[in-house]
């Protein structure tokens, strides 16, 4: 079993930036994929990126070049560094661990099994 716990949202201006992170508990975390979501009010969650058990990442287009996903597996965190960012970034922000080591193209909800409460972002123009 993993749990997982997000930090790091606020409120910040339009160009602004922010880190997010995600603490993991359970010795399966380096094992897994994960990724992070977004929900923003009235909208569908959807994926935003992922990482691999190797390392591997992949992003939505819509934040490609803008967010940056990495973990650190000694310290069981995986984090996103939120850059440029823009007022439709505005969400709540989950991170979340497939029950598997692959990422693919596997970006919807329900394949992840391991989901954080969530940390919320907000951006103003």
């Known amino acids: 079993q993993v749990q997982l716990a997000e930090s790091g949202g606020g409120s910040v201006q339009a160009g602004g930036s922010l880190r997010l992170s995600c603490a993991a508990s359970?010795?399966?975390?380096?094992?897994?994929?994960m990724g992070w979501f977004r929900q923003a009010p009235g909208k569908e969650r959807e994926w935003v990126a992922g990482?691999?058990?190797?390392?591997?990442?992949s992003y939505a287009e819509s934040v490609k070049g803008r967010f940056t996903i990495s973990r650190d597996n000694a310290e069981n965190t995986l984090y996103l560094q939120l850059n440029s960012l823009k007022p439709d970034d505005t969400a709540m922000y989950y991170c979340?661990?497939?029950?598997?080591?692959?990422?693919?193209?596997?970006?919807?909800?329900?394949?992840?099994?391991?989901w954080g409460p969530g940390t919320q972002v907000t951006v103003s123009s």
């Open positions: 359970g010795s399966t975390y380096t094992n897994l994929c």
């Open positions: 979340a661990g497939r029950g598997s080591g692959y990422c693919g193209a596997f970006r919807a909800s329900q394949f992840f099994k391991y």
């Open positions: 990482i691999d058990s190797d390392g591997t990442t």
